[in-house]
């Protein structure tokens, strides 16, 4: 009987040993939806050469995930579409501001299907819907609300908005003709299928598009993280986000 317990007892604390490994050879990535391709192409390149390595990627707009992790969803690593989601986390103290580091950077663009002229951002008025990221939490939004505003045209299209969840919603719109244009990242335009580039928004009409990424409180001392932001940092990650249209400075 005595025997028997030790035996239960010795693989009961294997199995949490095994757990417990299992638990730190996992990430959690809370990333831009922009960046899906780039991410996921670099995740796999990454656990092929750690094996040991499991990450689990959560896409959607900054501001959608910034609130996911404040109320204590799990994340290792932040990249957000601008430095205003990264900078109200850091605020709060959820992640570790002496991380932060620039992923990349990238356009606003205009893009649809429709067969009416347009050529600027001036020209919106002619659409009747106009898809953009929600400007609450979706940075294209509030980049693309920022160029309309500056061109003077923001008050006579506030019935034509469509709002997306996030930048890739915005471009599903365009692609299925359900808007006649919509606002997405330059990187975005470049997957269209159908939706044609109609123009790019003057970069003096919005703030210069960033993805500062981050390293979470609770994954600051997990060497296994701060070896994946390292790598994100690196040759080979730069070579994959100039395939995508992404800009590196």
């Known amino acids: 009987m005595m025997n028997t317990i030790k035996r239960i007892f010795t693989l009961w ?39 040991g390595t499991v990450i689990l990627k959560n896409f959607g707009a900054s501001g959608t995930l910034a609130g996911q992790i404040e109320n204590g969803a799990p994340a290792d690593l932040f990249i957000a579409a601008n430095s205003e989601w990264m900078d109200y986390l850091n605020n709060k103290k959820l992640v570790d501001g002496s991380s932060i580091k620039s992923f990349a950077w990238n356009s606003l663009v205009f893009v649809g299907t429709t067969s009416k002229k347009v050529a600027s951002v001036k020209d919106l008025p002619i659409l009747e819907k106009i898809a953009i990221g929600s400007p609450k939490s979706v940075p294209a939004g509030e980049y693309a609300m920022a160029a309309m505003t500056k061109s ?36 975005d335009a470049l997957l269209a299928k159908k939706s044609k580039l109609l123009f790019a928004v003057p970069q003096e009409l919005y703030p210069r598009v960033v993805y500062p990424m981050v390293l979470t409180i609770k994954a600051a001392q997990n060497p296994e993280a701060k070896a994946f932001l390292a790598y994100l940092q690196g040759k080979e990650a730069k070579c994959v986000l100039t395939k995508f249209g992404f800009i590196l400075k």
């Open 13 to 51: 604390v294997a199995l949490l040993a095994m757990t417990a490994s299992a638990r730190a050879g996992e990430l959690n990535l809370s990333v831009a939806a922009s960046l899906k391709e780039v991410i996921n192409e670099l995740s796999v390149s990454y656990t092929a050469k750690h094996p």
């Open 152 to 187: 003077g045209v923001v008050t006579k299209l506030a019935e034509k908005f469509v709002m997306a969840k996030d930048v890739r919603e915005c471009l599903m719109y365009a692609e299925l003709g359900e808007v006649d244009g919509a606002f997405v990242y330059k990187t």
